[in-house]
């Protein structure tokens, strides 16, 4: 019994029939290994998740069915619609900022651990195909406990915060201006404590490391191959000669598939912010990298612009205008991947999926699939929009780009986003780097997106019989359809569906989602502490502009244009809490609360939570060989929601 008052979590309510127990009732908390459902007993399932209260309730039984099953069936029928429009009405989108994907409106006070956010008020909410009606209406009845944090989630996260602070303040990372000497740096940011972080710590400054990171780093989603340079990045065969060495050519290596772009074009003049009284910097760069015969990827010339002109650094500029011009690529990495892969894809993404889903009836099997997936995604995405979105919050504090560059930059991502890039075999495809060696994020994806597909298309055989099943399940249809209205703004060259007629094509979409909800999350989220600790690896904000010359580039104008102690101590305690799961852990597969009932499915789960076991162990045995392992998608670390 807990000694702080809180409320009674019921998953479910299960009514056995007059055969009695042992004859097949089965323990409803199993998590589903199939086998406790077959016996003949009458049974039904009352799904409740949610936290109890006084007052009145109304648990609907909850087979997994679809709407084709449920109209046969008059009473079934007018539950269903009841218990729909209960739904919508409880959970309603709403606008955040123009250009951005849309929101849980609120949460009902009852669920909310604290005030309601502020509302931001954007000075034009963006005109989906189908907006619903933006009108206030009054609060809803709670209808579902995975929206709230538990209290000791809650003191979790706070405590850790709490800890960042102080290890900050310890560390004295509190003043503004810039660095006197590296030596000051390795004192306050020296002992990271994490082994990655400690590898960042030696091997920040070699090329090798700048290219690893590309494959195997916080943001393993941006490389693409290059069989032509773009007309903007002029660089020239004599300049990266000396680097390729005298038996080849920068053609003759893009003819042969070894040359590699980074573009950083979706940054190209945004706003950035001023703190403590100084303006931030920013620049779009352009980096290309080579696979040398020794199956390295390397950095080779990196332009500070989308626009010819400036110089084009290279490995032979001499240390520090090459340690400056990678130094201003991460710079412009680390922002790029948290406000793009991170929040946008990650976090804001979940949300659209997880109101739509919570839009469908609790007995519809495409809620009972995702249910797990939307586990407190609406609250983390709260608590960002509260402390790091909000003015004057972390973003502001921590980043070039501030909160004004923040709102620009996820808007032209989301007006940039494309199904290809979220579904994984063809992002590799698209990206062509489905050969690339050593790239254990591809290798770790595939088996896991794999994985992913097997379950969704074991769920959708036996709710869907046929294709015809698909397209005709309006539910199912209007829940699409609201993610391509919301989700991409309706924009139909992202190519995500706007409908579903055939289960391949409902297979995919689902396996994109949960995907995206937990391993995609995964990749971009659990290294930010890792990768970033060493402040020079991965500067949140740069206080000099770029270089205009080669010559200018020296140790002092490196100090002087990393972030200051100020701000290196507000992104770390924010990276050090939010790049670990607090609380309660879920992995992937573990489904707490399995919403399924039957065992069909559950027998389908349970296929699943296997392979998902044997990719575990297939990633650890490979990561025990590694310099540098790659653990953020071993499937015990990846959580099966966007909760952190
Ligand atoms: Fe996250």
Partial sequence: MSLVPDRWFCARVTVTGPLGEGEGGGDPEDNGDGDDDDGDTPKATFPCYRWLESGHLELREATARTPREVALDPQLLQQRQEERRERQEAFQWAPYAPGWPWRLRALPPTLCPWPPPRPVSPASPVSPVSPVSPAPRPP???????????????????????????????????????????DDIREALGCPGTPISE?????????????????????????????????????????????????????????????????????????????????????????????????RLLPI?????????????????????????????????????????????????????????????????????????????????????????????????????????????????????????????????????????????????????????????????????????????????????????????????????????????????LTMIIFCCSARHAAVNSGQYDYAAWMPNTPGMLRRPPPATKEEATAELLLATLPSPQAT?????????????????????????????EAPPRRVVATFRRRVATIARRIRRRNEGLALPYPYLEPPLVQESVAI
């Fill in 199 to 295: 590898y960042v710590v030696q091997h920040w400054q070699d090329d090798a490391f700048f290219g690893e990171q590309y494959l195997s780093g916080v943001n393993p989603l941006l490389l693409r191959r290059c069989s032509r340079l773009p007309p903007n990045f002029p660089v020239t065969p004599p300049m990266v000669a000396p680097t390729l060495g005298p038996d080849t050519s920068l053609q003759r290596e893009m003819e042969g598939g070894r040359v590699f772009l980074a573009d950083y074009a979706l940054l190209e003049g945004l706003p950035t912010g001023r703190l403590g009284g100084e303006p931030q910097f920013l620049c779009a760069p352009l980096c290309l990298l080579w696979l040398s015969p020794r199956q």
């Fill in 301 to 509: 010339a990196i332009q500070l612009s989308q626009h010819p002109g400036p110089p084009i650094f290279v490995p032979g500029d001499g240390p520090w205008g090459w340690a400056l011009a990678k130094l201003w690529v991460r710079g412009a990495h680390f922002l790029l991947h948290e406000m793009v892969p991170h929040l946008l894809h990650s976090h804001f993404l979940a949300e659209t999926f997880a109101v739509a889903t919570q839009r469908l009836p609790a007995g519809h099997p495409i809620h009972q699939l995702l249910l797990p997936h939307c586990r407190f995604t609406f609250h983390i995405n709260i608590l960002a929009r509260d402390t790091l979105l909000n003015p004057g919050g972390i973003i502001d504090q921590a980043t070039a780009i501030g909160r004004e560059g923040t709102l620009e930059l996820v808007a032209r991502g989301t007006a940039a986003l494309t199904y290809t890039e979220l579904c994984v075999p063809d992002d590799m495809e698209n990206r062509g780097v489905t050969d690339v060696p050593n790239y254990h994020y591809r290798d770790d994806a595939l088996e896991i997106w794999g994985a992913i597909e097997s379950l969704a298309e074991g769920i959708v055989a036996i709710y869907y019989p046929k294709d015809s099943d698909v397209a005709e399940d309006h539910e199912l249809q209007d829940w699409v359809g609201e993610i391509f209205t919301y989700a991409v703004l309706g924009n139909e060259k992202s190519g995500f569906p706007s409908k579903l007629c055939t289960r391949p094509e409902l297979v995919k979409f």
């Fill in 140 to 182: 809803s009845p709670p209808l579902s406990p995975s929206l709230a944090f538990p209290l000791g989630h809650r003191a979790s996260i706070a405590a850790r915060a709490a800890a960042a602070q102080v290890r900050v303040r310890l560390r004295g990372l509190h003043g503004g201006g810039s660095w006197r000497s590296f």
């Fill in 569 to 597: 101590g507000a992104l770390l305690a924010l990276l050090s809490v939010v790049s670990y799961e607090g609380g309660e852990p879920r992995p992937l597969g573990s489904r707490w609360q399995e919403p399924f009932s």
